[in-house]
Each structure stands twice: as structure tokens, then as C-alpha cells.
């Protein structure tokens, strides 16, 4: 891929990785949607700014997870030249300084956001949750604790995107910090989890050669694998269950969603022997399925919601 020729709008495009987006705008969603079912009404104020705090949140982590994994990016294109796309810092396609510097005004940017659409709406622990959203992250890719270098780094990605960024959206619209419609995100924190896994099946070799503790570097691409497939079923599954269990959640809003997972998991599960160590192509084609899964099942059952609080109403 060449890059000499890139603007530097088209640069700094390039480093926003959009086709990464939806692992932060389908939570949003999802999270939106849980807090109009458990309100019975929609905010626009809450809607709006939600998605303005969401860019921010992700410009924050995209960037700033580059500045942070520069060094292990350039061991990946040194050991990988041709088998990896090029990265942002090692292939002089953004300098360190200017993402750093962007990465940490959308950070603050989103915290501001959080606290001033909490003043408008009377959420005054919105402020709060909007930081700990940016916290988490810095928690798992930053100095000091960079626990995606030290360990533990995927199940605080799960935390983050699967529960904290969705409690933030629900809490937004409906003003509450639980409600039955909450026990949703069990399944979707399993789903996050198997995300976060599946991410360091491509850099194994780099990510230990780095020294980066992930679940891949520790114990190989087989078990990774077969965790990654069991939470997946777990997610669909705790969805399932918690449509049983609360009435607030109704069988038919979450069926669909259950049928979405199981589908696209079959096809995750028809490349996975292929998505081995340094297969990358396959690995890539492993995590479409994945993804397809999880965004698609979320989305669905943020549709289901929806519809179920519209029927409330009628």
C-alpha cells in the first residue's frame, strides 16, 4: 500500500482507522436503546451529545492507542513487512507529537461533553462516567499501568466497551444506574471479551516479541480460539437467558438477535483451523465473522428495544 501520495486529510483518515468504529458506536446504541426502553421516552439532548462523546471517546482511543503501541507496531513491521498493514507512527504517515496532542484534546474534549450535557439533562454523574470511560482506557494502554502490556488488558476492554460505555448512553436517557433491562450487557461484556481476545491473534509473534502480555502471547493461538468461540456462544446464550428471566425484556426482541450470533458464529468457526499463527489473511477473515456477530446480534437487540418500548407506549 502506498502512502507517499496521502493529504494529510487523508492522513489523518488513515490513522482514525473508521472501519474500527462500530466497536464504539454499537455499544452507544445499544446503550441508547436500553435507556429508552427503561425510561419509556427518548432524550435528543442525551441522543445528540451522546454521539458527539462517542467521536471524542474514539478519536481519544484510537490515537492515543497508537502513540502508546508505537514501539511494538514498528518490532510487528519490522518482523511482518508485507504481511500488516502499515501503522501510523513506524511508517512516518502521522508524527508521535501530532497524535498525541489530538488524542489528548478529543480525551479532554470528551470529558467536557460528559459533564456538560450531564449539567443539561440533571445527570450530575454523567461528568463522572464520561471520565471513567477515558480512564479505562488510559488504564489499559498508558503509563503507568498499560495493563494491555502487563496483563489483563482484554478484560478491561470488555469492561469498557461492554458495560461501562453502555451504562454511560443508558444512564444519559433514563437517569438510572440499574434497571432490569441492564442485565442485556452480561451477555454483551462476554461478546466484548471475545473481541478483545481475537484482536491479539495477529500479533502474537510481535506482541511477545515486544513483551506485551495478552491472552495470545501466554497461552497461543489454539486456546485463544477456542475461548474466543466459547464466549461467543456464552454471550448468545446470557442474552437468551436474560429475555427468560426478565419480563422487561420480551423472547421476541431478543430471538432475533440470538439467531444473528449463531449464524455468523458459524461462519467464524468454518475458518478458525485456517487462523493459525501467522496466517493473516485467515485471521482477518476469522475476526469479520466475529465482529459480524457481535455488532450485528447488538444492534438487533437494540432494535428489539426499542420496538418493545414503543409497544409499551401504545
Not at 145 to 156: C, D, S, W
Request: proline fraction near 5%; charge should be positive.
Amino acid at each position: 500500500m502506498s502512502l507517499s501520495g496521502l493529504g494529510t486529510a487523508a492522513r489523518w483518515r488513515y490513522a482514525l482507522k473508521p472501519a474500527s468504529w462500530p466497536k464504539l458506536l454499537v455499544p452507544m446504541v445499544l446503550g441508547q436503546a436500553l435507556g429508552v426502553l427503561a425510561s419509556g421516552a427518548v432524550s435528543w439532548p442525551a441522543l445528540l451529545l451522546g454521539v458527539v462523546f462517542t467521536l471524542l471517546l474514539g478519536t481519544f482511543i484510537v490515537l492515543m492507542n497508537d502513540w502508546g503501541d508505537q514501539e511494538v507496531d514498528a518490532i510487528k513491521r519490522r518482523m511482518f513487512p508485507d504481511g500488516c498493514s502499515p501503522k501510523t507512527i513506524p511508517d512516518g504517515i502521522l508524527p508521535a507529537r501530532a497524535l498525541l496532542r489530538v488524542g489528548g484534546l478529543a480525551g479532554l474534549g470528551a470529558v467536557l461533553v460528559a459533564y456538560l450535557l450531564g449539567i443539561w439533562i440533571e445527570r450530575p454523574w454523567l461528568g463522572w462516567l464520561g471520565l471513567g470511560c477515558v480512564l479505562t482506557f488510559v488504564a489499559y494502554s498508558l503509563p503507568p499501568l498499560a495493563l494491555n502490556y502487563r496483563g489483563g488488558g482484554e478484560a478491561l476492554e470488555a469492561f469498557g466497551v461492554g458495560f461501562l460505555l453502555p451504562l454511560f448512553h443508558g444512564h444519559a436517557q433514563a437517569g438510572v444506574f440499574w434497571a432490569p433491562e441492564w442485565w442485556v450487557l452480561a451477555g454483551f461484556v462476554a461478546l466484548s471479551l471475545a473481541s478483545a481476545l481475537a484482536s491479539g491473534l495477529a500479533d502474537e509473534d510481535s506482541d511477545r516479541a515486544g513483551g506485551k502480555r495478552t491472552l495470545a502471547t501466554a497461552a497461543g493461538n489454539t486456546v485463544t480460539r477456542r475461548i474466543t468461540a466459547f464466549l461467543v456462544l456464552l454471550g448468545a446464550g446470557l442474552w437468551l437467558l436474560a429475555s427468560l428471566w426478565m419480563p422487561a425484556l420480551p423472547l421476541w426482541a431478543m430471538v432475533p438477535a440470538v439467531l444473528a450470533v449463531l449464524g455468523f458464529f458459524m461462519g467464524m468457526m468454518r475458518v478458525s483451523s485456517r487462523a493459525t499463527t501467522g496466517a493473516f489473511r485467515a485471521q482477518g477473515e476469522y475476526k469479520q465473522w466475529l465482529h459480524r456477530a457481535i455488532w450485528s446480534g447488538a444492534l438487533l437487540v437494540a432494535a428489539g428495544l426499542v420496538l418493545a418500548a414503543i409497544g409499551a407506549d401504545s
